[in-house]
């Protein structure tokens, strides 16, 4: 029973992980609250599943595109709304965080408008069949997610520590000004990370879709709250803290689902984010954003 | 009170609109407040949540006076602003808006999950105590209070530190004290709006306090301007209005209010009201 748990909640956290890995990025290096990244999660999702079902794609060929789908979405909304937003930001020096929430609030608008459109299918793509592993059941989705998070947290790190981009992105990262001096383009810099935490969203989206058997516009909605909690105990921008307070967060869920109540999921997911606010500000791993 | 009998007739047909009115004028300036020192909270929703539901069940559980309720509606939500605001006012505004927006969802999922407060059907039959006249005044001396504020000498470190923090601090305004005053007082305001919110519409329920009304208080502020307190109840008044001009263009409402948001942002970065208080010189 607890072992089965135990496996549940890392599978589950995997999937938090899946979905925090993109938004850390986002956040870490252009700064901004971006909520429109639940969204390029359900487009993933959505245009994988119109990909399969009226194109007869198979689901390893529309993987790919769909991420690249939602990577150009996000694109798109960056340069028509945050540049913008952040070029004014810089101009008007130390109102950050209050054009950072004008940002918010447009881009969550705009996210409003691309929603209408949207019919709700909730709809099934492949089963999962389970696998009996000695006493833990899992399903081959499952499986398939944990070593999805793989792949992609290996390729996320080398792009970002073994390639010329990476340094770019990380230097902008640290100082946009500085980079910028030492000759970065950081508009390029920014719309590449765009694209890349937008393809992870919509790739996210897809596998997550897969494991639970239901793909609707509001599925990016609902992992939100998670993904908040997931990129702040990790740390702001910090990939190896996103995938371990992934984890933690999915072994915390499952276990207070199991032995105390499903009801108490979210508060407790929220009594994580306080503790960890109130003890190490600046995440299990992560450097703290000072005030100033 | 007498009232003149086309006045009458207005209230009587448009009652709840001029309710919303009011309560949401006061929801811009708990807006306001946070925002003037520069801070962003996506709690707004949340904090009015708290407001409604605890003096709702002080009204219906423990029975007690309109009098008692109303000022008492205030500590919850300023004892979550306070569990909130202590650890990540002294990080970037980031930690702020990410945990309020936490608080938000969480606290939805506690009122539709537990039986005290109502689960889904949220709590009805809360008597009717407030009416316009309260709600108008309290706004009115809300707005006069943060006009003086604005005015004085606290207003001035407010906007300094607004315009550039570093700056601020370096001249000797004490960056935590005031922002954890303006959360507090934000907190209050907003918790003081769901209260009458409550006595007034008689039901409240788990999807009032989430995110999507968070986002439309911001929204609010964002339309009106913050250069003074006026900016954001004109902000208000207009976003509440329009949904109701707009009532047979159903779904596209909210197509064109998001464009009127994003429009305003872009175009019109210091909102409708752009000028700021004046103050005599030091």
Known sequence: MLAQQLVNGVLLGATYALFALGFTLMFGVLKVINLTYGFYFSAGALVALWLVRSRGLGIWTALPLAAVAAGLIAVAVDWLLLTRLRTRQRAGAGVADGHAGRGAGAVFRADRLARVGHPPPAARVINGDALQLGPVRVTEAQLLILAAVGVLIAALVWLLRGTKLGLAIRAMADRPDAAELMGIDTARAAAIVSFLSGCLAGAGGVLIGLQRNAIHPYMGEEMMLRGFVVIIVGGLGDIRGAVVAGLLLGLVEVLTAGYLGSSLKEAVAFLLLVAVLWTQPSGLFGRAVPAG | ?282
């Open chain 2, 1 to 282: 009170m007498t009232m003149p009998p086309w006045l009458d007739d207005l209230l009587w047909t448009y009652g709840n609109l001029v309710h919303a009115l009011g309560v949401n004028g006061l929801l811009a300036l708990s807006m306001y407040v946070v925002l003037a020192v520069g801070q962003l909270s996506l709690g707004q929703a949340a904090f009015m949540g708290l407001g409604a539901y605890s003096s709702a069940l002080m009204t219906i559980v423990l029975g007690w006076p309109f009098w008692a309720v109303l000022p008492l509606s205030v500590v919850a939500p300023v004892l979550f602003a306070l569990v909130i605001g202590v650890p990540t006012l002294r990080l970037s505004g980031v930690y702020l808006a990410i945990a309020t927006i936490g608080l938000g969802e969480v606290l939805r999922a506690v009122y539709l999950n537990v039986d005290l407060f109502g689960g889904a059907l949220g709590l009805s039959g809360i008597p009717e105590r407030a009416g316009d006249t309260l709600i108008y005044g309290l706004l009115f001396a809300a707005l006069a209070a943060l006009w003086l504020v604005g005015r004085s000498g606290i207003g001035r470190a407010m906007e300094a530190m607004r315009e550039d923090e570093t700056a601020a601090a370096v001249m000797g305004v004490n960056l935590l004290r005031y922002k954890m005053g303006a959360l507090l007082a934000s907190a209050a305001l907003a918790g003081l709006a769901g209260c009458l919110n409550a006595h007034v519409s008689s039901f409240i329920g788990p999807n009032e306090y989430g995110f999507e009304p968070a986002v439309t208080i911001l929204s609010f502020a964002l339309l009106g301007g913050i250069g003074t307190p006026l900016g954001p109840v004109l902000g208000a008044f207009v976003l509440t209005l329009l949904p109701e001009l707009l009532r047979d263009l159903s779904d596209l409402r909210l197509v064109l209010n998001g464009v009127i948001i994003v429009v305003a942002v872009l175009f019109l970065p210091g909102g409708l009201l752009p000028w700021r208080l004046r103050r005599r010189a030091a």
